[in-house]
């Protein structure tokens, strides 16, 4: 082998997959979705993240990357991720521009807690989103295990305006419709979006809607958080994570792993 060749570095690294967009969705100036194509020995479970990413714009450069949610559920064909696209960030300034064609570089390891393995028993499963901290419930709905191992599920997705509510159209409608899971979801799904910074029909934080116990009324649930049914997992940002925990905590919920599942499970939206 000669320098010249111990020197070229590949612009793709064999650690990534170099995978092409299959079409993008605007949900408004700030939230996109894009979906590629899953590479056939791409295996996950519903609820995980991976690194996307797109080569530096230097020659020679490292990529940049960032940690999504997969939107898509385990047995899909396509990978759909859901998206804040921040003006001056690294990555999404970038990504939310791209197009059917343009090729994005999708990670060989996907992980994450948001995982039905992390969870015990329990027969009510609260998903609780704010913001792009939606994507992974959009996977964990579509897996029929969730059906088998829960009566109920409660999504519960918090934005600041209710033109940020994206996938409504498929939390309420469109769900029925799949050929997996429509039919275990009808009646079992219950769909609550909060808005913050408009009026709606719901408004406030999800934090304030379970202090109030406006969100347990509304669902015509006695007595809050209850550890020996409810089971919950969190994405979103940092400080509803915190906010939130701290109530389950309270309710005496333990948060769970891969490693020692339990009661609750969170995850933080990745941002830039
Ligand atoms: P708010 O409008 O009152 O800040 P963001 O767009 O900043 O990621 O926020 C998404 C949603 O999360 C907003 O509706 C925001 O409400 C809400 N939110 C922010 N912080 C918290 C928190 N600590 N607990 C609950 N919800 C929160």
Redesign the pocket.
């Known amino acids: 082998m000669t320098d010249a060749v111990l020197l070229e570095k590949p612009a793709v690294s064999a650690a990534w997959h170099d995978q092409p967009i299959l079409w993008t969705r605007r949900w408004t100036d700030r939230l996109f979705s894009f979906v590629i194509e899953r590479p056939e020995s791409f295996r996950f479970r519903s609820g995980e993240f991976v690194m996307i990413g797109l080569p530096s714009e230097q020659p020679g450069g490292k990529p940049t990357l960032r940690a999504y949610s997969i939107a898509s559920p385990a047995w899909a064909d396509e990978l759909e991720f859901f998206s804040i696209q921040v003006p001056d960030g690294p990555l999404t300034s970038r990504l939310g521009l791209l197009d059917a064609g343009d090729r994005v570089l999708l990670g060989k390891k996907p992980t994450g807690t948001l995982v039905l393995d992390a969870l015990t028993g329990g027969a009510r499963l609260y998903l609780i989103a ?2 792009t901290g939606l994507a992974p419930w959009l996977s964990v709905l579509r897996d029929p295990e969730t059906w088998e191992r829960f009566d109920e599920v409660i999504v519960t997705h ?3 305006e209710a033109k940020d509510l994206a996938y409504r159209q498929f939390l309420t409608v469109d769900i029925y419709d799949d050929p997996l899971v429509g039919d275990l979801a009808r009646d079992r799904l219950l769909y609550y979006p909060t808005v ?2 408009e009026p709606f029909v719901r408004t406030g ?3 304030e809607r379970i202090d109030s116990g406006a969100l347990f009324e509304d669902l015509n649930i006695t007595g809050g958080f209850d550890p020996s049914v409810d089971r919950v997992m969190l994405c ?2 940092n ?2 994570i915190r ?1 939130v925990r701290a109530r389950l905590e309270k309710a005496g919920l333990i948060e769970g792993s891969n490693a020692a599942p339990a009661q609750f499970v969170l995850e933080r939206a990745f941002v830039g």
């Open positions: 704010t913001g918090t934005v600041r913050t910074r934080r999800i934090t979103g940002s400080a509803m906010d």
